[in-house]
């Protein structure tokens, strides 16, 4: 059976340095092409961490000591992350298409993804960004730019900035169009480019949306039948290294819930990917969400292995 499906790679997907993530994407894009392969309409999406942090990093270096480059703002680094993960990625899957004798075109699209200026994220930042810094350092930075701080697992201070919820993705009729064409579409990169609305214009705001959530919102926009985001494990555990730990095949939404609030899943790992396969089955009945690892995506749908997340 055909489906479209939005695939949500993570971090263990791609690399921490370009050289690193040319090599890994090659990889990545075996599984990938195997459900386009088998018929299935495939949406990527991807995060960022890593990425955005090197590119702010650098630039941050360069202006700090005289390099002659200007600080750049947090959306623009966005920006540039996706271009050089997409472009990356793009040529990968490409590659193994034409290598498999397929000749389905590959685009990635600069994603703006609109959020809510009242967000409360926004007078709670809690995403930490960038390098890090001695308490001095960060005080001065507080005080020269007004930046939010926080001591990081005891490594030293980083700058943190809101996590808020995606509202809708701005370019989701080009991304709808390329995908009715034929197109295997990378977008939402990174959770996409953080914007709010000011009469006709849209203004980036330093913030990082969380790329299962972009995900999820951009498979219920596409009307997707599947929303699988890849980790590093194979399926969703409660009890985890534990005597009694458990490896789920299938929950709904009531039982995600009860796990939840058991405080069953780590908030900055497990519990995100959760509550954004919620919220996508949650949006329309007969949706599925699939949490696995990448080399067990297809084997995911047909029900294999893998988490499923249903309405019920």
Known sequence: MKNKIVVALGGNALGKTPEEQLSLVKNTAK????????????ILAHGNGPQVGMINLAMENSATNGGGTPEMPFPECGAMSQGYIGYHLQNAIREELLNRGMSNPVATVVTQVLVDKDDQAFTNPTKPIGSFYTKEEADKLIEEKGFDMVEDSGRGYRRVVPSPIPIDV???????????????????????????????????????????????????ILDADYL???????KVAI??????????????????????????????????????????????????????????????????????????
């Open 31 to 42: 599984p990938i092409v195997d459900l386009i392969q088998h018929g299935h309409e495939v």
């Open 170 to 220: 701005i370019e989701k009729e080009t991304v709808k169009a390329l995908v009715k064409a034929g197109n295997v579409v990378i977008t939402v990169g990174g959770g996409g480019i953080p914007v709010i609305e000011e009469g006709n214009s849209l203004v980036g705001v330093p913030a990082v949306i969380d790329k299962d959530f972009a995900s999820a919102k951009i498979a219920e």
């Open 228 to 234: 699988i985001i890849l980790t590093a494990v194979e």
């Open 239 to 312: 009890n985890f290294g534990k005597e009694n730990e458990e490896w789920l095949s299938e929950m709904n939404i009531e039982e995600a819930n009860k796990y939840i609030e058991e405080g069953q899943f780590a908030p900055g790992s497990m519990l995100p990917k959760v509550k954004a396969c919620m919220e996508f089955a949650n949006s329309k009945k007969g949706r599925k969400a699939l949490i696995t690892s990448l080399d067990k995506a297809e084997e995911g749908i047909e029900g294999k292995t893998g988490t499923i997340i249903i309405q019920k």
